[in-house]
């Protein structure tokens, strides 16, 4: 239980750190070229796993894994990167209250999902809370006092991509042999080689050339941290899934980092909020933290983790092979 807090706490600076770092390279500092921010990310990440493996610290990655299964996995690593450079236009647009209020939705994509593949049908009172997401997400536009039409746009395409990943990877879960952390690698790999051309056809690194924080410290301070940051959010994520949490414990953890977040923002950045526009925000974290299917699927741009369904099988087959030995004493009196 006390590693389970630990884990849990870490994973909330993580994800606080994280989303600070990110959005004061993309608003305070205004960096808004996410093909070199993200790629910059993804090649920190590709060469941290690259570090821990030749450490120990990780298993050997992609050593006897079957080409096949990277080829499989590659819609997996489109929607990935469809997700991080979505997110990073919306964050550089949008405050992060609302930037993560509105990444709940992604919640109601999976038990969506949950219920129209695997004909999984949710309770009453989580269909209520769905439902308060949706109302509460609408609402959260509509009272913006600050709409920024650009922000939520991308802010829509971010909630589909990160929902399409979460989909894909529990759709594919049983057919590819590839690890969590595998996943991941290939992951960052494939974002650096799309994102590093991109960055040239976008006209991202012409538009670079003239940032004016090009050469202050404080900009390659961010840009490392939120690299570093991002890696250790990744792992802290995939720690947690295999771990065996409770699937309701894993979303309220994920709701209350999103909240702590929201409001220790309020601190740090400039943001004008209404009255009805922070009570909506309030209301669409409380309905996330309290919805108790919203873990069914996994989510995350932060990579689930393909060992969880090995996990339950074990526990299923000890529980088979506890029940024969139980019967085979009773028949042996």
């Not at 042999?177 to 992951?187: D, G, I, Q, V």
């Not at 050339?209 to 301070?221: C, D, H, N, T």
Request: charged letters at 10%; one cysteine or more; a positive charge.
């Amino acid at each position: 239980m006390r590693s389970s807090l630990q884990q849990a706490a870490v994973y909330c600076l993580l994800f606080v750190a994280t989303h600070f770092v990110n959005k004061y390279v993309l608003s305070v500092l205004k960096f808004q070229f996410p093909t070199i921010f993200q790629g910059w990310q993804t090649l920190v990440g590709f060469l941290m796993l690259s570090l821990l493996v030749s450490t120990r610290h990780l298993p050997t990655l992609l050593d006897n894994t079957n080409r096949y299964d990277v080829a499989n996995w590659l819609p997996g690593m489109m929607f990935f990167v469809c997700s991080i450079y979505s997110g990073s236009k919306a964050l550089a647009s949008l405050t992060i209250p609302v930037f993560l209020s509105l990444h709940n939705l992604v919640t109601v994509i999976l038990c969506t999902a949950q219920l129209a593949i695997y004909r999984q049908l949710t309770s009453i009172y989580s269909y209520t809370m769905l439902m308060m997401l949706v109302v509460s997400s609408i609402l959260i536009g509509a009272t913006d006092p600050y709409y920024h039409m650009d922000g939520y746009f991308w802010t829509c395409l971010h909630i589909l991509s990160t929902g399409a990943y979460g989909i894909f990877t529990k759709i594919s879960r049983g057919r590819l042999k590839l690890s969590a952390h595998e996943k991941m690698y290939c992951n960052y790999l494939y974002s650096v080689i799309i994102l590093a051309p991109s960055s040239y056809f976008l006209g991202d690194a012409v538009q670079a050339g003239r940032y004016p924080y090009l050469y202050f410290s404080k900009f390659y301070v961010g840009c490392i941290m939120s690299g570093v940051f991002g890696v250790f959010l990744a792992l802290s994520n995939i720690k947690l899934i295999e771990s065996n949490m409770d699937k309701a414990d894993m979303a309220k953890i994920s709701g209350i980092s999103k909240l702590v977040t929201s409001v220790t923002s309020l601190l740090f950045f400039r943001s004008t909020f209404t009255a009805s526009h922070l009570l909506w925000i309030c209301v669409n974290h409380l309905a996330a933290i309290v919805c108790e299917d919203s873990s069914n699927i996994e989510e995350v741009p932060v990579l689930p983790s393909a060992t969880v369904s090995n996990s339950s099988d074990k526990q299923h087959l000890t529980q088979q092979n506890s029940m024969t030995r139980e019967y085979i004493k009773v028949t042996v009196q």
